[in-house]
């Protein structure tokens, strides 16, 4: 390769390096920082934000792109070239002092949301997140082009989607979903629910027993408590978090999966591909879909409850289940509960497009700050059939609009639709999963999973990692029909 491509790829790594730094700054905000850290942790961020936009908008970026000869490229390479220049087009639209303000401005909102959360105070909030909203319109201007500001958004995030498509996608999904809760709502079975004494250390306990069970690789990685379960880093320092609530267990145990799918994503990328643009991961529809998978498709499987059942037995009692497909039947329960994160697998899409529908209103103007409270309780009622009881379960429980991630939330939908392509071509690929999983060797599933996502990284578009690993176009229908079968049988339909 050329000497241009070499000083490209070593310009490249010092802001991927930065922006690592960036990572572990806001892990450590999350984790560990104390309250009054958070104005030198806004300067901080708005300082390196600076930094990293004069980098990713460097002239020298345009130069060494067009000095590379097109053809004749690696796989790598090309991919290189055309995540390298997306970034570099994208970026020099963007004014360095909007980037600036908003990170100074979404650093200090998280901590602002995180208190009004606390309190219930959504008049607390409300300046805040006009501003943020404001900051995220002129970004969305700045890119929008002939799309819409949703469309500019939802690029950063699942590169090629547009508004109309995932709006397309979850009419679909709707119609089944509503069908099959309704179905379920009519039914006579009652699962099961666990009662008892769920201590934070005996929940941490199992907690990180269940992510080595799925591989996650300790000396890569470690496990911390946070007001919102999130995981952060790369390859080599992959980190993830939980929460714990003393009467429901499944939450930390099932939010630690969640994150463990996230960081095995991140620790399976091919090595050789470090450092590169074509070595990080491709979207978060892609990213969610690993993480989905691990908590639904696996973790809330079962043949996952008779190798769980033992090892919760032991650290909470039976508490008052009574065998593994008691617990599979307590872990699958179907209730229109308030909080996203702890949905069952049937109401959970119905969350995310309440909040693809909001955000979007948001964006557009068509949705004020002082209204979204009411709209969202409105919205919430109609969708679930009962009244949200405050904002901590209503328009406060999620952190993603105080960091600004207008278009992420379509994107954990996006992952459900993968994550039921990828449990269909893995039962063709491994008709004895259930016996491993029943024994907790996880090893092979997530092997299947290095091989077919993990380690292409961003060499393929999105549709195209879960094309290969599929060998079919994605389609909601999968997810539709693996939910139809596993709930049909649960409450006997």
Known sequence: MNQAYEDLLAHQKQTMALGRIGGLMSWDQEVMMPRKGADSRAEQSGALSAVMHDRRTDPRIGDWLDAI?????????????????????????????LAEETAKVTTKAQITWAEARATNDVAAFAPTLRHVIDLTRQYADCLKANGSRYDALL???????????????FDRLRVGLVDL???ISDSEHSPPKATGDFTEDAQMAL?????????????????????????????????????????????????????????????GVAPDLDWQPAGQSVSMGVHESQSRFCENQIGRSAPFAEFLWPKFQEAFGNAGLGSADDLYRATNRVAPGFIRTEADEVHYNLHIMLRFDLERALIGDDLQVDDLEAAWNERFETDFGVAVPDPARGMLQDV??????????????????????????????????????????????????????????????PGEVIAEATGAEPSEAALLDYLDAKFGAIYGL
Not at 155 to 169: S, V
Not at 429 to 453: H, I, N, Y
């Open 181 to 183: 809760k309704t179905r």
């Open 207 to 267: 907690a990180r027993d269940l992510a080595g069970a799925f591989t996650y690789d300790w000396q890569a990685g470690r496990l911390d408590l946070s007001v919102h379960p999130f995981s952060s880093g790369t390859r080599g320092d992959a980190r993830i978090t939980t929460r714990v609530d003393p009467q429901n267990p499944f939450d930390c145990l099932y939010s630690t999966i969640h994150e463990t799918g996230h960081a095995l994503y991140e620790q």
């Open 400 to 461: 993603h609009w105080s960091c600004g991630l207008f278009g992420y939330f379509p994107t954990y939908s996006l992952g459900n639709v993968y994550a039921g392509c990828l449990d269909k071509a893995m039962r063709g690929d491994l008709p004895d999963r259930d016996q491993m999983v029943s024994s907790g060797d996880l090893a092979p599933v997530v092997t299947w999973l290095r091989e077919k996502v993990h380690r292409t990284g961003s060499l393929l578009a």
């Open 155 to 169: 690029d950063d995030y699942e590169p090629g989607a547009t508004e109309a498509g995932i709006a397309g996608i």
């Open 69 to 97: 000869p097109t053809e004749g490229l690696t796989p790598t390479a090309a991919a290189n070239i055309r995540l390298i220049r997306r970034s570099y087009d994208r970026t020099c639209l963007i004014p360095k002092a």
